[in-house]
């Protein structure tokens, strides 16, 4: 199985977070479960961390490349066909990093895994 980290569930999931369900994390938690983490989020995640709105990111950003260093994590960059889709979903969220992962999980057929509800409003299929 496959499934794509939102920003938020990739920082509580990395650091353990009670946040993170912990019945979802023990279904996620086998070797056949590929974790694809989006540039986008990498990106969201640093640009939060650099502001002071996120510090306890920090760790994760910091580590980030030994966790990629893992087969079971896999980084997924931005194409032109995710780029397209992100430009043309419908919808009043203008938020462009939830549109890009939107994008990404809908063209690349991965269930995200968030928390955020506006992801429905996209069409999004979720995990959470």
């Known amino acids: 199985m496959k499934v794509l980290f939102d920003s938020h569930a990739l920082v509580w999931f990395l650091l353990g977070d009670d946040k993170f ?3 979802l994390r023990r279904d996620l ?3 056949e479960t ?3 983490i989006s540039a986008v ?3 969201e995640i640093a640009s939060k961390v ?3 709105r996120w510090p306890e990111a920090a760790e994760v950003i910091g580590n980030l490349n030994d966790v990629l260093a893992t087969s079971a994590y896999v980084p997924l960059a931005i194409t032109i066909e995710h780029a ?3 430009g043309f979903l419908a919808g009043q969220h203008r938020d462009p990093f939830d549109r890009m992962l939107a994008a990404q999980s809908q063209v690349e057929g991965i269930p995200l895994l968030s928390a955020d509800p ?3 409003t996209f069409g999004t299929v ?3």
Request: proline content about 12%; charged content about 15%.
């Open 126 to 128: 979720l995990m959470w």
């Open 50 to 52: 650099r502001r002071g």
């Open 21 to 23: 369900p912990a019945p």
């Open 118 to 120: 506006v992801f429905a």
């Open 29 to 31: 938690e086998h070797p």
């Open 34 to 36: 590929e974790f694809v």
């Open 84 to 86: 397209h889709t992100a």
């Open 41 to 43: 989020c990498v990106w």
